[in-house]
């Protein structure tokens, strides 16, 4: 008697613990999940360098005479998203002919009609667009829009002599000051933080907001 009355104790006991442990369940569900995508913009140029509206001879020009002058013409155009800050370096030299042995052949007898306007010439060399170009303007003004060789500098010396300029450009995402990294210059001071030279124009963060 005293062994089935325990086990009825025992029962009970299970019973109620069994209860109470369904009176702890909670009402609960799981969500599925959500992916978040950021894409990244994109910053592209192509650089342009023409001889009027014909691309610039891939052989150069020859025959050239002290007086002439040539509508060479170099500007640059985004292809990318992002707005961007544009700069063009310039580098014009001669090169005398084989076996010259006079002076050295001066790059100033040329001169460059550089539209200073719209770029700055930085302490750097480069040619800064003042501009900054975004999706809705996305080309700059010419740089250059003409060469003229001096007819009173360029004395004999300069026959068969050859001028060449160097074109290099480059471009970087206009916000966060990106340049200061990029491009490895101090820049200076616009109104509420860096630009890359004098007269250039500043980003702000609601110049460009996030797409959707």
Do not use: C
Request: glycine share 8%; proline share 5%; aromatic share 12%.
């Amino acid at each position: 008697m005293k062994n089935k009355l325990r086990l009825i104790f025992l029962t009970s006991i299970f019973a109620a613990v069994a209860l109470s442990g369904a009176a702890l369940a909670w009402l609960s569900y799981t969500a599925d999940p959500v992916m978040n995508v950021f894409r990244a913009g994109t910053v592209d140029i192509t650089l342009y360098d023409k001889l009027g509206e014909a691309e610039f001879p891939s052989d150069g020009i020859g025959n050239v005479n002290p007086g002439d002058f040539y509508d060479k013409e170099v500007y640059v155009v985004s292809n990318g998203s992002k707005e961007t800050y544009v700069r063009v370096k310039l580098t014009p030299s001669w090169t005398p002919p084989r076996g010259y042995e006079g002076d050295e052949l001066d790059p100033d007898v040329v001169s460059l009609n550089i539209d200073t306007a719209n770029w700055v010439l930085g302490e750097d060399g480069w040619y800064y667009y003042k501009h900054i170009l975004t999706a809705q303007n996305t080309n700059t003004t010419k740089l250059l829009d003409g060469i003229t060789f001096s007819g009173p500098l360029m004395d004999n010396k300069y026959q068969e002599a050859t001028f060449s300029i160097d074109v290099e450009a480059q471009a970087v995402q206009a916000s966060h000051y990106a340049f200061l990294t990029e491009w490895a210059i101090y820049g200076v001071d616009g109104v509420n933080g860096k630009i890359p030279a004098a007269g250039v124009q500043e980003w702000a963060p609601v110049n460009e907001e996030p797409t959707t």
